[in-house]
């Protein structure tokens, strides 16, 4: 079975500010997600920066068969939100933008205003294939890509761009807790024996302290001397699969020339130990990615994705 994850890119239908301007560039951009999700051929892939559910379901209805189409009912401002494409009939365990209790909210920008909730939905599933049953959480964190007053993409000066790096950073950390409280609920403190993931855009590495607030208690990654031991932690432990991507595969998108890796998939130790293998692109064939810039303007109507999906392959 493959589980994968990604951000399509301003999926929206052609004629509004965001997504491509004709139909002729909207065509070709779904002509070239579609095939690549055919080649890859998921059982659930999760995806981020739907801008339009219709948008969605027009590039699920270029697909081979019959696919299910499951959208947040929480956009960011702009409309994007996260969602997913599923075999099975997929059934709604969350769908919430709220942080958890405790979490107070964060500065925004510099005139102090409050973030009290996630920019971008997360959203949760559980599908049943077989004798398999997984429950599943998709989201998209905060990215590093910074905006400035006025629509600007470039600070006047470098304090601002300090600044709201800073903003960027306390919003993208408080989204990350959110969704691992999400992740918490999902396990139960059943890890050993459920089979739960987390997945999607978070927009940073994994070694990145947001990215590292989704794995729950320290102490074990795959290919730490931890990862052969269990121990109590494993029980509410995520596992991110970054490990087992080949090594000259392990990044999803190129920013200013930079190789990252800021699309994970994590899993609960009940699915860590039957991963057969994990990969971005496609399986078969290699990976070349745009280079972007600070200005997301500039692939405004651009075909396919500037980022690569990430999957995982696990056994029964």
Do not use: C
Not at 128 to 143: D, F, I, N, Q, R
């Amino acid at each position: 079975m493959l589980v994968g994850t990604w951000n399509l890119e301003n999926l929206y239908r052609p004629g509004g500010p965001f997504g491509p301007k004709d139909k002729a560039a909207y065509e070709t951009k779904l002509a070239a997600l579609a095939a690549v999700i055919t080649k890859l051929d998921p059982a659930l892939l999760g995806v981020q920066e739907v801008g339009e559910p219709e948008a969605l379901e027009d590039l699920a209805g270029m697909l081979d068969g019959q696919w299910h189409v499951t959208v947040s009912q929480n956009p960011a401002e702009r409309g994007i939100r996260v969602g997913f494409l599923s075999r099975a009939q997929p059934r709604v365990l969350s769908d919430t933008n709220g942080f958890p209790h405790l979490l107070r909210p964060v500065q925004g920008d510099d005139e102090g205003t409050p973030v009290a909730h996630a920019g971008r939905g997360f959203l949760a599933v559980e599908v049943t294939a077989g004798e398999l049953t997984l429950k599943v959480a998709v989201a998209h964190l905060k990215s590093k890509l910074l905006s400035y007053p006025g629509g600007r993409f470039q600070p006047r000066d470098e304090g601002e761009r300090a600044r709201f790096g800073a903003y960027a950073l306390y919003r993208r950390a408080a989204e990350a807790t959110a969704l691992r409280a999400l992740a918490d609920d999902l396990l139960a403190g059943e890890g050993r024996t459920r089979d739960v993931a987390v997945l999607g855009d978070m927009n940073d590495e994994v070694q990145a302290a947001t990215t590292q607030i989704l794995l729950g208690p320290p102490g074990s990654e795959i290919g730490t001397p931890g990862y052969e031991h269990p121990d109590r932690g494993d029980a509410v432990r995520l596992w991110d699969v970054a490990p087992l991507i080949p090594e000259q595969q392990r990044y999803s998108r190129v920013t200013s020339g930079r190789h990252e890796l800021i699309d994970h998939i994590l899993v609960s130790h009940s699915l860590v130990h039957r991963l057969t293998a994990a990969g971005t692109g496609l399986p078969d064939d290699g990976l070349v990615l745009p280079s972007v810039g600070a200005d997301p303007e500039e692939r405004r109507g651009a075909p396919g994705s500037d980022h690569a999906p990430v999957w995982m392959r696990f056994g029964s």
